[in-house]
């Protein structure tokens, strides 16, 4: 396994960062400077065992240990990851190494978790704000799992947690995904949609929330991003946690997906940047 990045350090932090908080009995989540990971599953429940969704950012995964071993009694029976960004899968090597775990993705994501393929540079012509200028900084090279990768089964079920279903939300990267219970109508977004303005330096510190698309920086089909908005929209979830910033509940949730849904050029493409050739009508 390697992976060009998990010792690299991005010096932007949230000031939720570090502060875990469980959403429901079986869902909490974790921020980690600028990015949210998740385990599902119930910690007094250790037959059903818990799944890590998404492993943060580089040298994250002491710290990611830790808040498990204080939740849990017991390894994870996986990790699911929602895409391969730097910031989503930054301490996947060491976790992997430590918990001797397998990893799902979906098909079309494998080649950036494989050696095979780097994803396209971050596009700071975007504007939006700090991190967008300072996004050619961020790593986009793909890293290499060998054999501990694997597809995530074609029937849209998540390995490990037979309540779940995982749905193909591409735009953001080719092969992203996210999760979705039907039975309390939770749903783990990833990059999909986000909860921030991701672009902004001041945003993402303070966590101001605020319904946005994918980080417009690093997406690069933005007719893809839209449909798969509304795909998600159309699920009508209760409680979203999203990759960047605080979950969103209830009404507020649903009125925020309807204006997203409705306005997304407005709200979510950039005016200008070398993706926006073909914006979404």
Same mark, same amino acid.
């Given at each position: 396994? /390697?992976?060009? %990045?998990?010792?690299?350090?991005?010096?932007? !932090?949230?000031?939720?960062?570090?502060?875990?908080?469980?959403?429901?009995?079986?869902?909490?989540?974790?921020?980690? +400077?600028?990015?949210?990971?998740? %385990?599902?599953?119930?910690?007094?429940? +250790?037959?059903?065992?818990?799944?890590?969704?998404?492993? @943060?950012?580089?040298?994250?995964?002491?710290?990611?240990?830790?808040?498990? /071993?204080?939740? %849990?009694?017991?390894?994870?029976?996986?990790?699911?990851?929602?895409?391969? =960004?730097?910031?989503?899968?930054?301490?996947? #090597?060491?976790?992997?190494? =430590?918990?001797?775990?397998?990893?799902?993705?979906?098909?079309?994501?494998?080649?950036? *978790? !494989?050696?095979?393929?780097?994803?396209?540079?971050?596009?700071?012509?975007?504007?939006?704000? &700090?991190?967008?200028?300072?996004?050619?900084?961020?790593?986009?090279? @793909? #890293?290499? *799992?060998?054999?501990?990768?694997?597809?995530?089964?074609?029937?849209?079920?998540?390995?490990?947690?037979?309540?779940?279903?995982?749905?193909?939300?591409? @735009?953001?990267?080719?092969?992203?995904?996210?999760?979705?219970?039907?039975?309390?109508?939770?749903?783990?977004?990833?990059?999909?949609?986000?909860?921030?303005?991701?672009?902004?330096?001041? $945003?993402?510190?303070?966590?101001?929330?605020?319904?946005?698309?994918?980080?417009?920086?690093?997406?690069?089909?933005?007719?893809?991003?839209?449909?798969?908005?509304?795909? &998600?929209?159309?699920?009508?979830?209760?409680?979203? #946690?999203?990759?960047?910033?605080?979950?969103?509940?209830? /009404?507020?949730? $649903?009125?925020?997906?309807?204006?997203? !849904?409705?306005?997304?050029? /407005? #709200?979510?493409?950039?005016? +200008?940047?070398?993706?926006?050739?073909?914006?979404? =009508?």
């Amino acid at each position: 396994m /390697e992976s060009s %990045f998990e010792n690299s350090f991005i010096p932007i !932090t949230t000031f939720a960062s570090g502060e875990g908080l469980a959403y429901r009995p079986d869902i909490y989540c974790f921020p980690i +400077q600028i990015v949210n990971v998740c %385990f599902i599953g119930d910690p007094k429940d +250790q037959h059903g065992g818990w799944v890590l969704v998404d492993a @943060g950012m580089p040298r994250s995964a002491k710290k990611i240990i830790k808040e498990a /071993e204080e939740r %849990f009694d017991f390894a994870p029976k996986s990790i699911i990851l929602t895409h391969g =960004h730097f910031d989503h899968v930054g301490a996947v #090597i060491e976790l992997i190494e =430590h918990w001797n775990v397998p990893v799902y993705a979906h098909k079309l994501e494998l080649p950036y *978790l !494989t050696g095979k393929s780097d994803y396209p540079p971050a596009d700071p012509t975007v504007h939006g704000g &700090l991190i967008s200028e300072m996004s050619p900084y961020f790593p986009h090279d @793909g #890293i290499d *799992l060998d054999d501990r990768v694997r597809p995530l089964p074609e029937d849209g079920s998540v390995p490990g947690l037979p309540d779940w279903k995982y749905i193909h939300t591409p @735009g953001h990267t080719p092969g992203h995904i996210s999760l979705f219970r039907q039975d309390d109508g939770t749903l783990i977004a990833g990059d999909a949609f986000v909860t921030v303005k991701q672009e902004s330096l001041y $945003k993402v510190m303070t966590q101001e929330q605020e319904i946005s698309g994918p980080p417009k920086y690093f997406t690069t089909d933005w007719v893809k991003a839209e449909k798969s908005v509304k795909k &998600l929209a159309a699920l009508n979830p209760y409680l979203a #946690i999203t990759g960047h910033g605080e979950p969103m509940f209830g /009404e507020f949730l $649903k009125a925020n997906l309807e204006l997203l !849904t409705q306005k997304f050029k /407005e #709200i979510a493409v950039p005016e +200008q940047g070398r993706y926006v050739s073909d914006k979404p =009508h």
